[in-house]
C-alpha cells in the first residue's frame, strides 16, 4: 500500500522561497512517475510537476516553469518541490501523487 506524507508548506511572503517534501513508503519512487498537484481556494486540482521514473525527467504547468523544481531522493525515498519567487496565485493546498494515490496536503499561502 503506497503511503505518501507531505510537509513544508507555511505562510511566506510574496518572492519567498518554500521546500515542500513528500516522504513515500510502499514503493521505490524512482520506479515511477510522481507528481505534484495543487488545489487553489474554491477551484479544481491542477497538475504542478512530475517526475519520470528511471530516466528521473522533469515536467511543469507554465504557470509554475522556471519558479518550480521538482527533484527526489532515492536515498530517503522522497520527492520534493522547491518553490522559488512564490506569488500570491500560488496559494493552495499541494498534494502529493503517485498514479490514484495521494497525500493529505500542506497548506502553502503567499500573502505580504
Known amino acids: 500500500q503506497v503511503q505518501l506524507v507531505e510537509s513544508g508548506g507555511d505562510l511566506v511572503q510574496p518572492g519567498g522561497s518554500l521546500r515542500l517534501s513528500c516522504v513515500v513508503s510502499?514503493?521505490?519512487?524512482?520506479?515511477?512517475?510522481m507528481d505534484w498537484v495543487r488545489q487553489r481556494p474554491g477551484k479544481g486540482l491542477e497538475w504542478v510537476s512530475s517526475i519520470n521514473g528511471i530516466a528521473g525527467t522533469t515536467t511543469y504547468a507554465d504557470s509554475v516553469k522556471g519558479r518550480f523544481t521538482i527533484s527526489r531522493d532515492s536515498a530517503r525515498n522522497t520527492v520534493y518541490l522547491q518553490m522559488n519567487n512564490l506569488k500570491p496565485e500560488d496559494t493552495a493546498l499541494y498534494y502529493c501523487?503517485?498514479?490514484?494515490?495521494r497525500g493529505q496536503g500542506t497548506q502553502v499561502t503567499v500573502s505580504s
Open positions: 510502499g514503493v521505490t519512487i524512482n520506479r515511477y512517475r
Open positions: 501523487e503517485k498514479g490514484v494515490s
